[in-house]
């Protein structure tokens, strides 16, 4: 399996500088437009290069060793999938959060937030705004290589459907759900969709416009997403006490 991150990452990771290359030369709209452009060819391709892809058959996928061979799969494959896979992948969970807290917190990350707040500001002091773009994006592409090889063997198949636009715009989704301007909200809004949609399917069979629903009206009320939105009480409420 670590055979599996590691060029899982890097094969993510250099289709992402290519692509970034050209993404970060434009910003808001524009630059959300060609993401999505760019990743309907790689659905596409997929699609079309059935010889190395499967087509809409797709790949499966053996379920792998852990700890460089140490934890073998098991006879019962959904024993091996609910306790040694499910551990595995929250400790990799929880060093990919350890890393990504590094780098929000570092100069770099500290660069990225004034970027955010104020492009032509950090311009004017000295940061070379596109290549500081192209690194994040290049990051993130990585963080995203490292989730979807973790997912295949959870499922033991890879079709093209994980590259087409509703499965990006969930993960989009996850992080306006939980809010973007607090470290953990992404973590918050994937386990909130997650439940959303859990408790949905279980409630009746009209679940995609129950969870459609609930979300608009969570994402109406709750602007800065439900981690943003808790941040801002808590503040308000130690206002006064620090007064």
């Given amino acids: 399996m670590e055979a599996f991150l590691l060029v899982g990452v890097v094969c993510v990771a250099l ?3 290519v692509f970034g290359a050209v993404c970060v030369r434009y910003t808001r709209i524009f630059f959300g437009i060609l993401t999505l452009a760019l990743s309907q060819v790689l ?8 010889w190395v892809t499967g087509g809409t058959d797709g790949l ?4 792998p060793t852990l700890v460089a061979g140490a934890l073998a799969p098991t006879s019962d494959k959904m024993d ?19 890393v990504m807290w590094l780098v929000v917190h570092s100069p770099f990350g500290k660069a990225l ?16 705004v596109r290549r500081y773009r ?20 959870l499922n033991g198949l890879t079709t093209p459907d994980i590259l087409y636009w509703p499965f990006s715009g969930r993960i989009v989704f996850f992080v306006v759900l939980g809010g973007f301007k607090t470290f953990w909200g992404p973590v918050v809004g994937a386990l909130a969709y ?25 994402v109406l009320t ?22």
Avoid at 43 to 50: G, I, P, R, V
Avoid at 60 to 63: D, Y
Avoid at 134 to 153: E, I, M
């Fill in 113 to 128: 937030q004034a970027i955010r707040d104020n492009e032509t500001r950090a311009e004017f002091v000295g940061i070379q």
């Fill in 222 to 243: 709750m602007p800065q997403g439900l981690a943003g939105t808790v941040d801002a009480l808590v503040r308000r409420l130690r206002r006064p006490a620090l007064t």
């Fill in 194 to 218: 997650n439940y959303l949609e859990t408790y949905a399917v279980g409630f009746t069979v009209y679940w995609q416009l129950v969870l459609g629903l609930v979300l608009v009206l969570l």
């Fill in 15 to 17: 289709v992402v500088a």
């Fill in 43 to 50: 659905w596409s391709l997929a699609l079309k290069l059935f």
């Fill in 80 to 98: 091996f999938l609910a306790y040694r896979y499910y551990y595995y992948v929250l400790a990799v969970f929880a060093v990919a959060v350890a």
């Fill in 134 to 153: 192209w690194v994040a994006f290049v990051v993130s592409g990585a963080f995203t290589g490292l989730a979807g090889t973790l997912w295949v063997p």
């Fill in 60 to 63: 499966r996928v053996p379920t």
